[in-house]
């Protein structure tokens, strides 16, 4: 089994880029099931569900071509056949092929969705969403069949009563080219959701209000082959810039885009962080003396569920006493044992984490319990006094590409190594 090893003490300083976004790169390459030509993706990240997903299309019958960071993706040859269970279950966004098999056959038989362990991962929303716009639902041992029974995918007016990422998605792609108009209602607004509907119009797709809370698709008949640059990653970027704060001496993280980090800079203004903010890169400096603050997550443009985890091990050198409130998942908690391992004074006390600092961290042997947990840890050990080992680092590698390299060229002393 793999682990990441971390000593800690060395100076981080320089620059890291931020590359591209896995919750949009996890909906944008399923989306392209429903192109009749070649789509090329470029600022792919290097991560694991990059990977799985590969695999998965490739399965199925499309060509994919692959060169650093450009995907070029032949979706012709795919086929309508049940997805490989092995790869479905290993990640969450897999659900996107629901959608866009949909979206292209009138049916789809995948295998139930994988993912964090973040407590109950439902997917009601995205099965009432099919529904209305025709799908029967059925299953078939670890699989479940949606098909409207050889008739058009029919547009629908739906509206979540929960705020939900995944099924605004998948509710896109399967309208796209459905017959009629389907407007969603309370829709999510994060911006991977503008950036899959981007996708899409560059498609030949009709959509319009992506990234407000109603959003209209006009169904057309057929979309063809584009080219499109995928967003930076919002919550890859909080890592780092949360990271720059707890243990760096200077850095610079670019290929930053601000706006999708204002609630994310406001907590860091409120605890005091000195930034700059420049055009695509935000320059975090050596900190002293910062703030404890409570946090609260919420849907976009609300503080995001994915970055308190990475902001955690900050809030620990700041002095006082706050809590975080995880509204989205409550059980997004996994990593507080994992930090009092390492001697922070945290925990968790009915619904919210209770935290109080300044805090020096002591290296220890702890474990990734799901991806931002993971990236937390790596903060931590990086802030400890000696070493600390993370296994489970899968979780790790799905979500932050080329991670060690990205921390050695910033100064860190970490490693993988083979257990
Ligand atoms: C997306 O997950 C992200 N994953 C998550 O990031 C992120 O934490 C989450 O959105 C919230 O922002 C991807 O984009 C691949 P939701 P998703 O549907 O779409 C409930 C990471 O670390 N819900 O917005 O699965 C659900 O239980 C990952 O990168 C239902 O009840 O999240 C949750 O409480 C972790 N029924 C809330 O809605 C449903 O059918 C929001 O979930 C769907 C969701």
Redesign the pocket.
């Known amino acids: 089994m793999r682990k990441i090893v971390i000593n800690s003490g060395k100076p981080l300083s320089g620059e890291v880029a931020v590359s591209g976004a ?2 949009s790169v ?1 909906a944008l390459i399923p989306a392209i099931i429903l192109a009749d030509d070649i789509v090329t993706l470029d600022g792919v990240p290097a991560i694991s569900d990059v990977d799985s997903l590969v695999d998965i299309m490739e399965v199925m019958g499309a060509k994919v071509k692959r060169q650093g960071e450009t995907l070029e993706i032949d979706p012709r040859g795919v086929e309508n056949k049940p997805m490989p269970y092995g790869k479905i279950n290993s990640l ?2 897999s659900y996107y092929f629901y959608g866009s098999l949909l979206g292209r056959f009138g049916e789809a038989v995948v295998g139930l969705p994988g993912g ?1 362990d ?1 407590g ?7 099965l009432k969403a099919f529904e209305a716009m025709g799908a029967k639902i059925t299953y078939e041992g670890d699989n479940m069949r949606l098909s409207t029974g050889g008739t058009p995918v029919q547009g629908t007016h739906i509206f979540f009563d ?6 605004t998605i998948n509710t896109m792609l399967a309208a796209a080219k459905a017959e009629g108009r389907t407007v969603i209602e309370n829709a ?1 607004r ?1 911006p ?1 959701i503008i950036d899959v509907a981007t996708l899409l119009n560059n498609m030949g797709a009709h959509i319009r209000g992506a990234g407000t809370d109603i959003i209209t698709i006009e169904g057309v008949k057929s979309l063809h082959g584009t080219r499109h640059q995928v967003i930076p990653d919002r ?1 890859e970027a909080g890592s780092y810039i949360a990271m720059a704060a707890a243990v760096g001496e200077g850095i610079k993280i670019t290929n930053v885009l601000y706006e999708h980090l204002e609630s994310f800079i406001a907590k860091l203004d409120e605890m005091g962080v000195r930034m700059t903010i420049e055009e695509d890169a935000i320059f975090v400096e050596k900190q002293e003396q910062l703030k404890a603050v409570n946090i609260k997550t919420a ?1 976009y443009p609300g503080f ?3 970055l308190q985890q990475p902001l955690t091990p900050l809030l620990l050198t700041a002095h006082g006493r706050a809590s975080i409130v995880d509204t ?2 409550e059980k997004r908690v996994n990593h507080v044992p994992e930090m009092a391992r390492m001697g922070a004074n945290i925990s968790t006390v009915g619904g919210r984490i209770v935290y109080e600092g300044p805090n020096q961290l002591t290296g220890a042997p702890v474990k990734a319990t799901d ?2 947990a993971g990236a937390a840890l790596v903060t931590a050990g990086l802030m400890a006094e000696g070493q600390t080992e993370i296994t489970n680092i899968e979780f790790i590698l799905r ?1 932050y590409s080329n991670i060690i390299e990205k921390l050695t060229a910033l100064g860190a002393d970490i490693r993988i190594v083979e257990d």
């Open positions: 896995k919750n996890v969450r966004a964090c973040l109950p991962r439902p997917i009601d929303l995205h929960t705020v939900t990422v995944g099924a999510a994060e991977e919550i849907p995001a569920t994915d989205i998942y991806l931002r979500g």
